[in-house]
């Protein structure tokens, strides 16, 4: 499903398949207790405990891709492994370079660490009354385990502090 956060497509996606989420989630901890760095940039083909995981991230960008910029065809996408734990946060920041960010939410705390999106248009606040201040609030979005979200890239963003568990695998996708 795509909705639009000032303009900006904003797709939100659901891996409902419990045993595979279920073993990845095992694989991760397992495997990557403390994740996979972001410089890493690590290939499927050395991981594949979390091959079920890649693929759909790959058929959910797949679509995004064709229903949003059919005329795009090819892309390629690089990924890692966050996990964070009590207290960990991630600060405001984007993704230049790549054109969409996604965001495969494998386990999430039920309070904390919220995904916040950034109204992408700078200044366009300047001089609306107080009135329309709701046209230009950052989305937040509690994520839940299976949770896919995939935004274009130069939405800045930020992880508010968790509060338990929680694993994803942010991925940036290049077209």
């Not at 989630?25 to 083909?45: A, L, Q, T």
């Not at 916040?116 to 200044?123: A, W």
């Not at 609306?128 to 979005?141: A, E």
């Not at 963003?157 to 290049?174: A, G, M, Q, S, T």
Request: with cysteine.
């Amino acid at each position: 499903m795509v909705e639009f956060g000032w303009g900006t497509p904003i797709a939100h996606y659901v891996w409902d398949d419990e045993v595979k989420l279920t073993s990845t989630v095992s694989d991760i901890i397992i495997n990557f207790p403390n994740g996979v760095d972001n410089d890493e940039k690590p290939s499927i083909d050395e991981y594949p405990e979390i091959s079920s995981a890649h693929n759909f991230i790959d058929k959910c960008t797949k679509d995004f891709i064709k229903t949003q910029f059919p005329k795009q065809i090819e892309y390629s996408i690089s990924w890692w492994i966050h996990v964070y734990r009590e207290g960990f946060y991630h600060q405001l920041h984007n993704h230049a370079g790549s054109q969409f960010t996604g965001i495969l939410y494998l386990a999430a705390p039920e309070k904390g660490g919220e995904l916040v999106l950034h109204d992408p248009r700078g200044n366009a606040n300047r001089g609306y009354n107080n009135n329309l201040r709701d046209m230009f609030k950052p989305i937040t979005i509690q994520p839940k385990a299976g949770d896919l979200y995939l935004f274009p890239s130069f939405i800045w963003h930020n992880v508010e502090p968790v509060k338990d568990l929680r694993i994803c695998i942010p991925f940036d996708v290049w077209c």
